[in-house]
């Protein structure tokens, strides 16, 4: 299995990212922005604009347009490791972590969404209350999550000048830093897990309420409404545990040979189609939550 002269990437590994770079991404990136920048002008209508719930919606709708505008210069990409272009390899290591940040801060959202839903159904007396400063809870969250992914990127440097070009490598390839191995565990845990148990306690908590409710025969026209928003983040929920879990397993298992920029073409396979599941929830699910509101 012979390198590519121009890339530095086994001919194998080159042909699977060729694939979803210049096939699967594009497709994906033209129907996310549509879906979104759809959802985001349904939500900013004047009788939507007031509606705290909606709030979280427009939130998820930018951030996960913002993810695929990142993604965007990927669909250009024909070297895929040693650059001849600076601004490619620039690219690759700083700004296409920003999708990575966008899509984390996203997560968080629908978890706040899901806590937001969940204070309705067991707390309704406190509700307002928490709703006071929820998003500026929110931004604080988000600054921690930019702060932890750009920290190893900032120490590494991770753009380096080789002999046939600019190597661009991402922080968790990099061998000169010992502490990298435990920090990408640290934001599998933080980034991935954390929010994904979130959401697992919340929409059994949701599940309980609801049924508690229906028991009860407690549903009013309002109710009814709070009653469709809970059955559509619990589906949103539940979709997006299933649809990270993979891509965490993978990337957990990921084994990096030193000095190599890609590993082999099964993984990268396999990496590729997982991350490509999540990117389908960010465009979907949306989508998703109005399809199951009639009141959208």
């Given at each position: 299995m012979g390198e590519t002269a121009d890339s530095g990437v086994d001919n194998d590994v080159y042909k699977v990212l060729r694939g979803y770079y210049h096939v699967v991404?594009?497709?994906?990136?033209?129907?996310?922005?549509?879906?979104?920048?759809?959802c985001l002008l349904v939500t900013c209508r004047a009788k939507m604009r007031t509606l705290h719930v909606n709030k979280y919606i427009q939130m998820m709708s930018i951030l996960d347009g913002l993810v695929f505008i990142v993604l965007l210069p990927k669909c250009f990409d024909t070297e895929f490791c040693v650059y001849s272009s600076y601004g490619f390899a620039f690219y690759n290591t700083y700004i296409d972590s920003l999708g990575y940040i966008?899509?984390?801060?996203?997560?968080?959202?629908?978890?706040a969404l899901s806590l937001d839903r969940f204070m309705v159904v067991w707390?309704?007396?406190?509700?307002?209350?928490?709703?006071?400063?929820s998003m500026k809870r929110l931004l604080s969250i988000f600054i921690w999550i930019a702060i932890s992914y750009l920290v190893p990127?900032?120490?590494t440097h991770p753009v380096k000048a080789s002999e046939d070009g600019w190597l661009a490598q991402e922080f968790d390839k990099n061998h000169t830093h010992y502490w990298l191995g435990y920090y990408k565990y640290y934001l599998l845990v933080t980034m991935g897990m954390l929010p994904s148990a979130g959401l697992l306690t919340l929409t059994i908590g949701l599940v309980v309420g609801i049924i508690k409710k229906v028991v009860r025969n407690d549903l009013s026209n309002r109710q009814n409404t709070l009653y469709s928003q809970c059955i559509a983040v619990i589906v949103l929920s539940v979709s997006y545990v299933v649809a990270v879990?993979?891509?965490?397993?993978?990337?957990?298992?990921?084994?990096i040979k030193s000095g190599k920029c890609y590993s082999d073409a099964e993984t990268e396979n396999i990496?590729?189609?997982?991350?490509?599941l999540i990117l389908l929830?960010?465009?979907?699910?949306?989508?998703?939550?109005?399809?199951?509101?009639?009141?959208?």
């Open positions: 991404y594009p497709i994906l990136i033209a129907v996310a922005l549509v879906t979104n920048l759809a966008f899509n984390t801060c996203s997560r968080y959202t629908l978890v707390c309704e007396s406190k509700y307002q209350t928490w709703t006071r400063g990127i900032c120490v879990i993979p891509y965490s397993i993978v990337i957990a298992n990921h084994n990496s590729h189609l997982f991350l490509c929830w960010s465009t979907l699910n949306i989508v998703v939550f109005f399809l199951l509101n009639r009141d959208y």
